[in-house]
């Protein structure tokens, strides 16, 4: 039965993630996603699953690579400095083909950097931040309800690719607590891993392996890949069109730049001033051609995000109408109604 | 009546190997293929491989097998163990692998008394990257990049691995043996038998390391890569059982 409930985005995830049967998760501290290994350090082994604190996000990785080996669901959860660390492993699972879900509550970076909110993580997430060249598909919750029901669909997302799956919060989402309703997760995806190491107990052996030496087989492996990777783009992409209709100010931002953007665009719209949100909810694959289309239609395409401008790039790489395009960016803080509010007014040609 | 005596092990896959004449890889491959055979574990071992002149296990024995990152295989057998607990979990990684890169994560999973096994293959060098300086390379000893030989002032000691994670808690065995002679062999294969056992046991982490050869990189004969291994190599690199456990802590 569905029911709501009143808790932390952070600990949403984690509701989610056991809702969709997850039994494993390893991970290591780092601020501002703590509160998920504490949540699952209170839960997991109390109901006979197996919460490991780690030495290190690289160890991390690689019992998540075991683990999803093994073929079960598993999950970690990390922040920008962790999620650098976790990067070899993440390729290894690529090539490997192996799925799990890794959730970056992002903190400010580069470097130590601070732990202020920040989208500072969006080229590292969707355009492949380990070696080799590979994809996986990228989450991107505004609402406590969405930290919940995109965990949900990381996982299954991750079991229909054989590949990771990244959840992509910051500070905001991760620690605001809002009530949600906690659906019944319904699993779109078969429970069989036939792959799966688990001793060849009546089947001939099998590897889980990333090496391809012999004659052009890592070509084969690489283009295969990539047909996977084509294949999220033709299925998966997710977004939310906000007031958009008639709007002739389209914002596009994602997570807490998103949600914020909504408060001011209802302030916009009470003064006239017709502006809307596409909001994706997948950054890879990410909603190009919607978005080209509502380019096409609006006077102006205002991307707003917790960085210098990454996504900005995704934006101009999906439309021609590049005059059209402003950009408001704030690398380690989230910007307020009130500045998203005044740029609106000055791009509608209200003023200050 | 002709009575078989000696023959390929069933978990030893017969093809051709791909290790350099007078390599010892080869020779812990079937030592390992035996103690599977000997348990009767072949159906219920996941084998975890690493990078080097290793990583090709699993075209030889015949397990399941999973690949790791460079010196992560502790860390990835920790998954499989956590995930399959009934299952017969091992890694197979050289000096480069576990005693270099690899330091961290094998020093956390032996100290987490994690129920798995490690066959460590210590042959002075990396292998497959052309035989450069290791942690484990002797005093003296030439490499590609110690041409002038290794220099404790400047590059460090060589580590002694088995000696360092028997003063673990978490770890039930560690030895060190050698494939040298067919005294030496025999010895071997007991010390893997034990390591089995333990993880069998539950009692935790065990580590035999295998002092190798590696006439390639090392620019030797087979025969005289043998007399290394007998004479300096077992000499800074003592052989001998360092920690066995007689009972788990939970018992
Ligand atoms: C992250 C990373 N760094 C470096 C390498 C290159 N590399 C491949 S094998 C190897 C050394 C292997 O030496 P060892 O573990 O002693 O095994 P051997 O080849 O001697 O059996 C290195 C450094 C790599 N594959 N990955
Ligand atoms: S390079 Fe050395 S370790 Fe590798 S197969 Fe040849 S002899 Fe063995």
Request: proline share 5%; aromatic share 8%.
């Amino acid at each position: 039965m569905d029911q709501r409930v009143f808790m932390k985005g952070n600990e949403a995830i984690c509701v989610g993630a056991i809702a969709a049967g997850c039994r494993f998760y390893y991970g290591y501290p780092i601020t501002p996603q703590n509160d998920i290994p504490e949540y699952m350090s209170a839960h997991l082994r109390a109901m006979g699953g197996t919460f490991l604190q780690a030495e290190s996000e690289i160890a991390t990785i690689n019992f998540i690579l075991g683990t999803s080996a093994s073929g079960k669901r598993v999950m970690t959860s990390s922040s920008g400095p962790g999620i650098s660390l976790m990067q070899e492993g993440l390729s290894y699972m690529a090539g490997s083909e192996l799925p799990a879900v890794i959730v970056n509550i992002s903190r400010s970076g580069p470097g130590l950097g601070g732990i202020a909110p920040s989208q500072g993580d969006y080229f590292q997430a969707v355009k492949c931040g380990g070696h080799g060249g590979y994809r996986m598909p990228v989450l991107a919750p505004h609402s406590v309800q969405e930290m919940y029901s995109l965990a949900m669909l990381a996982f299954d997302l991750a079991d229909k690719y054989r590949n990771p799956a990244m959840i992509l919060g910051d500070a905001i989402v991760g620690q605001m607590k809002e009530p949600f309703l906690q659906t019944t997760y319904v699993s779109t995806v078969s429970p069989e891993k036939p792959w799966a190491l688990t001793g060849c107990e009546g089947r001939p052996r099998q590897h889980v392996k990333s090496l391809y030496l012999k004659d052009n087989a890592i070509e084969v492996h690489n283009w295969k890949l990539h047909a996977k990777y084509r294949r999220m783009q033709e299925e998966e992409v997710r977004y939310e069109d906000y007031h958009l209709d008639d709007a002739k100010i389209a914002v596009v931002a994602f997570g807490t730049a998103a949600r914020v953007s909504k408060t001011a665009i209802q302030w916009a719209r009470r003064e006239g001033i017709k502006t809307g949100m596409l909001r994706p909810i997948t950054l890879f694959p990410f909603p190009s051609s919607h978005l080209d289309e509502v380019a096409r239609r609006v006077d102006i395409v205002l991307v707003i995000e917790m960085n210098t401008g990454q996504m900005l790039e995704d934006v101009k790489a999906s439309t021609t109408c590049h005059d059209k395009i402003r950009f408001l960016g704030k690398p380690c803080a989230m910007p307020t109604p009130e500045e998203i509010h005044r740029e609106l007014r000055k791009l509608s040609g209200r003023g200050e | 009546m002709e009575k078989k005596v000696f023959g390929r092990p069933k978990s030893l896959v017969d093809v051709k190997s791909h290790f350099c004449p007078g390599c010892h890889h080869g020779i812990a491959h079937r030592i390992l293929a035996e103690t599977i055979d000997h348990f009767g574990l072949r159906e219920k071992t996941v084998g975890v491989a690493c990078v080097g002149c290793a990583v090709f296990l699993y075209d030889y024995i015949d397990v399941d097998v999973a690949e790791a990152p460079h010196g992560r295989a502790p860390a990835v057998a920790t998954g499989v163990k956590r995930a399959q607990p009934d299952k017969f979990v091992f890694t197979y990684q050289g000096d480069g692998d576990l005693a270099a890169i690899g330091t961290s994560e094998v020093i956390h999973a032996a100290n987490r008394g994690e129920n798995i096994t490690v066959l460590f293959v210590n042959n002075t060098t990396y292998g497959m990257t052309g035989g450069q300086m290791a942690p484990t390379t002797m005093l003296g000893q030439k490499t590609s990049t110690s041409p002038y030989g290794r220099d404790f002032r400047k590059d460090g000691y060589p580590i002694k691995m088995a000696e360092l994670l028997a003063t673990l808690e978490g770890t039930a065995y560690s030895a060190r043996v050698a494939t040298s002679t067919p005294g030496q062999i025999r010895k071997a294969k007991e010390a893997v038998k034990k390591a089995f056992e333990m993880q069998m046991k539950e009692m935790g982490f065990s580590i035999v390391e295998f002092l190798s050869t590696c006439p390639t990189n090392w620019g030797m004969k087979p025969l005289d890569a043998q007399k290394r291994v007998l004479g300096e190599m077992s000499e800074y690199f003592p052989l001998g059982v360092y920690k066995e456990r007689k009972q788990a802590d939970f018992l």
